[in-house]
């Protein structure tokens, strides 16, 4: 894993959205949205009790039966059941607790950032694509051999060296990409748009750091107040025997029905 140690960082965590447009005057900027946040501190590691300084954020949510016993007991403590959760190292002890969240206002449009993902899977590919070799040449005489790697070392030591670079698993990869801009802020709806283009899939975690000071919401506790418990008095019913008449049947229209003589 690759630890960014600065001075005064500010991080976050978020998932990538489909690439979009955005205009600045009159000319446009291609950027790519990131719904970061709201993480929520796990666990906030120091010096004196783990022997390095850093953040435990959390993002999203998931079901708590899909979540081993062991973490489920640790995220009870901040009150969530999270689909990521990644470390951040800070150079010094941070002053937060857990339970704190850390959204979008925490940067501003201008920000230079660096943003860390996973790559997209390419799968077995050739040393054109993966390398970006040349290839054979295209004229007459080369045959079946427009897109293969040629040779491979000399006779001699009759093996292959280390680091040749042949076909092979391509993508699935930690990236990095430094010195991206923050075009513009959603706070509303938690979405950075970022200029350029980042590593990774839609929908795939990314780790957005940046120079510049955390800002943490403290969430309010809240208590959990018991119902009160309200007696409804049941009123006795009383049974009718079957067969017995409770009730004359009422006259109709006031007008009284007699026996008709035999």
């Not at 470390?87 to 857990?98: P, Y």
Request: one cysteine or more.
């Amino acid at each position: 894993y690759q630890f960014f140690v600065l001075k005064i960082m500010k991080f976050i965590l978020g998932k990538k959205l489909p690439m979009t447009q955005l205009w600045d005057n009159d000319r446009v900027l291609a950027v790519t949205p990131v719904l970061a946040g709201p993480c929520t501190v796990t666990q906030v590691k120091t010096k004196a009790l783990d022997k390095y300084s850093a953040l435990q954020l959390a993002l999203g949510v998931r079901k708590e039966k899909n979540i081993k016993k062991p973490q489920l007991g640790h995220f009870k403590k901040a009150g969530v059941a999270p689909m990521h959760v990644r470390e951040f190292r800070t150079e010094n002890d941070i002053d937060a607790k857990i339970g704190d969240q850390i959204d979008v206002s925490t940067f501003a449009v201008g920000d230079v950032v660096s943003v860390t993902g996973t790559s997209k899977g390419r799968g077995f590919q050739g040393v054109v694509k993966r390398h970006g070799f040349q290839g054979g040449r295209k004229s007459h005489g080369n045959k079946d051999q427009l897109r293969m790697p040629g040779s491979v070392g000399p006779k001699g030591p009759a093996h292959i060296f280390k680091g040749m670079r042949m076909g092979g698993r391509m993508g699935k990869e930690r990236v990095t990409i430094q010195n991206l801009s923050i075009a513009a802020i959603d706070v509303e709806k938690n979405i950075l748009y970022i200029k350029g283009a980042v590593p990774g899939a839609n929908d795939g975690l990314l780790l957005i750091k940046g120079e510049g000071e955390l800002i943490f919401k403290a969430v309010p506790v809240v208590e959990e107040s018991k119902a009160e418990e309200i007696k409804v008095e049941e009123t006795p019913v009383e049974e009718s025997k079957t067969g017995e008449v409770l009730a004359e049947a009422a006259p109709v229209n006031g007008i009284k029905e007699e026996a008709p003589a035999v």
